[in-house]
């Protein structure tokens, strides 16, 4: 019935607003205070290594943590306890990275100087693939997003993608005319950044291997990279002592920070993108507001040079390596406590849309407030990726199957098409066309329509042109016209359209063949 459908609409519009107005411990760190304090705010010290330990990496959903030491051996720990779940020991020289990949799985990548990368299975705890291919030592490794690419860059001069389930090298990336110290694939896939002792840090296409723009600013080797969560901000690290952020929309620096007294070697962005990590040569972990670029923490106790810091995904703590052959795990929530920052809500007035996509790793939200945001459905929680803003009262949401395009439907009827991937305006249909609901088909060239009058548009996305239209029968539709309230849908291939009348039945229709037709866009 209308009234069931409706509640359990409003239901999954509350839960997805609980969802929203939950806050990061870590935005709490970001204080209006302009001194920075230094805290020791330690939870654990793990000292099972006998060497340095050079790297640490959380797993997707925060519950372990891996670490890599120049004593050869690859280490598990459950980060509740410090406890060492396993010791995974097959490379021959010193382990210089692990990382996991961001979505559920049992595996976890190693690189090492024996120039081999492997592949774990971390519950037989055995090697599902070992790597080969590289002709120098292998420095770093990262996972793609959904698990089935991997990244690994190595003294040879070289970035090279490796497919997962085969083992098999995917494509080689060069150009750098260094050692490439770090690499990393963005959260969405499509962009490689790699750093080197070229003084240089670039980005590369994930689908071609083309190399998409190189920053060359720094004035030392580059050791440390990552991508904000959104994709849009790269951070690097340099023996300069500069912390650096580069803005991927303009393909331009956005700013330098002075940090530390030591070469630094690693950074990280907090999930919600507020703050930046890097650790350094001189024992010291800083955080800086990526908005204001001030230093709001520091975090201290190691007694060596800091190799690799990590946020965590839930943004509670912070883990550290060194050559000081320990691992730390500090509380950030007792900085976020000693810090007098403010909270600031997602959306300013109450959510009207929610949309999902197919393959369930984004969502999108839509409120009366005009703006839509882009979430991430990571390790079972949400993290906002863009604001798209629309000027007009959000009412229906629709993201297509292969989450390239989002449409806006508002209150005034207009459909909006934007660029999921950086909230570009594509497309904007008029209010005279009284759009009520829309869908994606199932070969996501098309968008099908329905308005008020009963008729069904078949619009091409690209263009947004209409290529054929249909109309409901009158004697379906009823004496009033259809509105937002008849909860109206499509199949995936646009065949049959359902809607609830104004008398509460459910009413199922085959769309007849189209009344007119139009030139394909």
Known sequence: TSSTSTTSKLKLEESFQMLTEKYSPLSLIISHSNKPQSFDSLVWIYRGHSDNV???????????LATASFDKSVRILDVSTSTEICRLQKHTESVFCVSFPQCKSNLLASCSEDKTIIIWNIEKRKPKHILTGHEGWVYSVSFSHNGKILASSSLDETVRLWDIETGNELRKLTGHSGWIYCCKISPLGDKIVSCADDQSVRVWDVLNGNEIVKFTKH????SGVVFSNNSELIASVSSDKTLRLWDLKTNSEKAMIEAGTGWLYSCDFSRDGKAVSCTSEDKVIRIYSVETQQEIAKLVGHTASVACGKFDPSGHFFASSSEDKTVRMYDLTSISKASKATYSSFHSAPVSAIAFSEDGLFAASGSSDGDVLIWALVKGETMELRRIQTGSHVAGLIISSDSRNIGVLSKKKVLKMFDMSNGTLLYELPQDLDFLSA?????????ITISADGKVSLLGVS???ITNTWNIPRNFIGSSPLSENNLICFTNDGSMVAYVDENGYVIILKVSSPIQEKDSP
């Open 54 to 64: 050079i790297c640490v990496d959380f797993s997707w959903d925060g519950k372990l």
């Open 219 to 222: 004035w030392g080797p580059v």
């Open 439 to 447: 869908q994606f088909t199932s070969d996501r060239n098309s968008v």
């Open 463 to 465: 263009s947004g042109k």
